[in-house]
């Protein structure tokens, strides 16, 4: 199931069918905080009222047309504008801001944004994009020391814990997460408990090893490992924060923030929600079956 929606979050041409099918409306709607920044922004203003952390997502991605990413951009810009004074991220697919036409573009778009804000990011998309991501990462690393830069990791990729390792020295912010893309067995972990088991062990290490951990995970098995860990090494709560996406788990996320832990909510916003929408439901099969019992009556 998770292989064949994995698939179809690839199939663009569905996007038009989907987005007419209420069923499939009402359960984007739980995943998608609206289709326009200001509709956004309602979520993202009621989401700080209640002490929560806000990364918001212009969805979009693989963009290859340089009108269209130059437009991406500018949202971009717009955001980080009405963000300015907060606490509150934004998140960036490099293929969203021209990496599918370059990386030099992608990079010296990454650097408009982060002249204007001062928190930024880095989503990790599939694997074949991993070093672009990286050498980007570094590079601004290198030019802005003073602002917050996140990237994220993907626990279910063999690569990820020597790539952890190797950005240590930077006194990173990682950002890590299970995975959501389709990936060979050579490149990615296929099964569910050992790419479980890998997260925790990179999670481990981050806590460890540096300045703040964004922990990207609803699977309250890993989390009640992790605060075990947390109370026998005795880390701050200051290094890390729960990071959940919109419409997930929210109750538990407000447990963690009444307990005193930092709490931030991953908010996905715009009109190309297709694939994250696809992805979310490959990770879901209540999601699946929502759909499919409405269709059915």
């Known amino acids: 199931m998770r292989d064949f929606f994995l698939y179809l979050s690839e199939r663009r041409q569905l996007e038009n069918f989907v987005s007419k099918f209420p069923p499939t409306r009402k359960l984007v709607d739980r995943f998608v905080a609206g289709r326009t920044l200001e509709e956004a922004m309602r979520?993202?203003?009621?989401?700080?009222?209640?002490?929560?952390?806000?990364?918001?997502?212009?969805?979009?991605e693989s963009v290859l047309d340089k009108s269209l990413v130059e437009e991406t951009v500018n949202e971009y810009l717009k955001i980080l504008d009405v963000l300015k004074g907060t606490n509150n991220s934004v998140a960036v697919k490099p293929t969203?801001?021209?990496?599918?036409?370059?990386?030099?573009v992608a990079l010296e778009n990454f650097r408009k944004l982060l002249q204007k804000g001062d928190f930024i990011e880095i989503d990790m998309e599939a694997s074949r994009y991993?070093?672009?991501?990286?050498?980007?990462y570094r590079k601004l690393k290198e030019e802005f020391p003073d602002k917050r830069i996140a990237v994220a990791i993907q626990a279910y990729l063999y690569r990820s814990e020597d790539d952890i390792k190797?950005?240590?020295?930077?006194?990173?912010?990682?950002r890590l997460v299970k995975g959501a893309?389709?990936?060979?067995?050579?490149?990615?972990?296929?099964?569910?408990?050992?790419?479980?088991?890998?997260?925790?062990?990179?999670?481990?290490?981050?806590?460890?090893?540096?300045?703040?951990?964004?922990?990207?995970?609803?699977?309250?098995?890993?989390?009640?490992?992790?605060?075990?860990?947390?109370?026998?090494?005795?880390i701050d709560k200051d290094r890390f924060e729960f990071q959940f996406l919109y419409g997930i788990k929210s109750a538990l996320l407000r447990r963690l923030?009444?307990?005193?832990?930092?709490?931030?909510?991953?908010?996905?916003?715009?009109?190309h929600w297709y694939p994250y929408f696809m992805r979310r439901l490959a990770e879901r099969p209540a999601n699946v079956w929502f759909v499919f019992k409405n269709l059915f009556g």
């Not at 979520?43 to 002490?51: I, M, R, S, T, Y």
């Not at 190797?166 to 990682?174: A, D, F, G, N, V």
């Not at 923030?257 to 009109?271: C, L």
Request: glycine fraction near 6%; hydrophobic fraction near 35%; charge should be negative.
């Open 43 to 60: 979520v993202v203003k009621a989401l700080n009222d209640e002490g929560i952390r806000v990364t918001l997502d212009r969805l979009g």
């Open 96 to 104: 969203s801001v021209g990496l599918d036409i370059s990386k030099e």
């Open 130 to 136: 991993v070093d672009d991501t990286l050498w980007i």
């Open 166 to 174: 190797s950005l240590t020295p930077l006194k990173p912010c990682i």
């Open 181 to 234: 893309y389709k990936e060979p067995p050579d490149v990615a972990i296929q099964d569910k408990r050992k790419v479980d088991e890998n997260y925790v062990k990179l999670l481990f290490y981050l806590l460890e090893n540096i300045p703040y951990t964004l922990v990207a995970t609803h699977d309250e098995k890993i989390i009640n490992r992790m605060l075990d860990f947390v109370k026998e090494r005795n």
């Open 257 to 271: 923030r009444d307990e005193g832990y930092n709490t931030g909510m991953y908010v996905p916003y715009g009109t």
